[in-house]
Nanobody, 120 residues
């Protein structure tokens, strides 16, 4: 069974930094695009950042551009989200998502989430 395990969340003061990790197992990691989503209380889940299977292309939500960086290490089956200059509005549960879409199949897996809390 595919597993995505997020780690690195916690409590940090505004202006601080955190690095989230998502370790994947039981899938061909290098074939999957990887994304980070977040969901704050009472709000819909939103896409924060994405990276292609090779790491050659990334995209970010406008709210995090210039502050967050997504990266991956295919040798370690791990995707990262470096979060700098954190703001209280970044407080949310952060989820890792693995996506594979081909002409023959579509696969979509989620981690259990890690809490990030930014105090003012």
């Amino acid at each position: 069974q595919v597993q995505l395990a997020e780690s690195g969340g916690g409590l940090v003061q505004a202006g601080g930094s955190l690095r989230l990790s998502c370790a994947a197992s039981r899938l061909t990691f290098s074939s999957y695009a990887m994304k980070w989503y977040r969901q704050a209380p009472g709000k819909e889940r939103e896409l924060v950042a994405g990276i292609t299977s090779t790491g050659g292309s990334t995209n970010y939500a406008d709210s995090v551009k210039g502050r967050f960086t997504i990266s991956r290490d295919n040798a370690k089956n791990t995707v990262y989200l470096q979060m700098n200059s954190l703001k209280p509005e970044d407080t949310a549960v952060y989820y890792c998502n693995a996506v594979l879409v081909t002409i023959a199949t579509a696969r979509d897996y989620w981690g259990q989430g890690t809490q990030v809390t930014v105090s003012s």
